[in-house]
């Protein structure tokens, strides 16, 4: 098996900055163009002083942690930017890296999930988890999980199936 090449496109921002997503819709292209097999954007909705509590890393090609990420960091929408890339591409994989989701309401995330699916013809990857930042849980509403007995994913992966399985039916 040859090995698989995924272009990262939002990792700290050290490619371009988190406001110029032209450029990156069209590096997207790019990519496929060249024969990556997938585009990779992850997210976060809104960080707070938590992000850099420890202390902006200085190199940002670092490995982000908890705790070492500049706040004022830009996060567009994430499923969104993989919407523009969807319809300039017709090939390469759309991963939807850490897409936040007890941060949105399960029915929502689903239908956008199911809309990005179908726009792009099944070339949609989606991988949910939770944030670390206990301000970004206190900036949109959920209470952080400090309990490890429930998991935050549960209402998101009961529910995106079904949504999806009736919005992707004929």
Do not use: C, K
């Amino acid at each position: 098996m040859a090995p698989r090449l995924v272009l990262v496109l939002s990792e700290n921002w050290t490619l371009t900055t988190g406001r110029d997503l032209p450029v990156l819709v069209r590096w997207a292209r790019e990519a496929e163009d060249a024969g990556f097999d997938a585009v990779m954007v992850s997210e976060h909705v809104v960080l707070g002083p938590d992000a850099g509590a420890d202390g902006v890393m200085g190199n940002p090609r670092e490995y982000a942690l908890p705790g070492n990420q500049d706040p004022f960091t830009p996060w567009p929408g994430s499923l969104m930017l993989l919407g523009a890339i969807a319809s300039v591409t017709a090939r390469i994989r759309l991963a939807a890296a850490a897409v936040l989701a007890p941060l949105r309401h399960p029915l929502a995330l689903a239908r956008d999930i199911g809309t990005l699916d179908l726009l792009s013809e099944g070339r949609l990857v989606v991988q949910p988890t939770v944030s670390w930042s206990r301000d970004e849980y206190a900036a949109m509403g959920p209470v952080f999980p400090d309990d490890d007995s429930v998991s935050p994913l549960e209402p998101a992966l009961e529910s995106i199936p079904a949504q999806m399985e009736h919005l992707l039916s004929p």
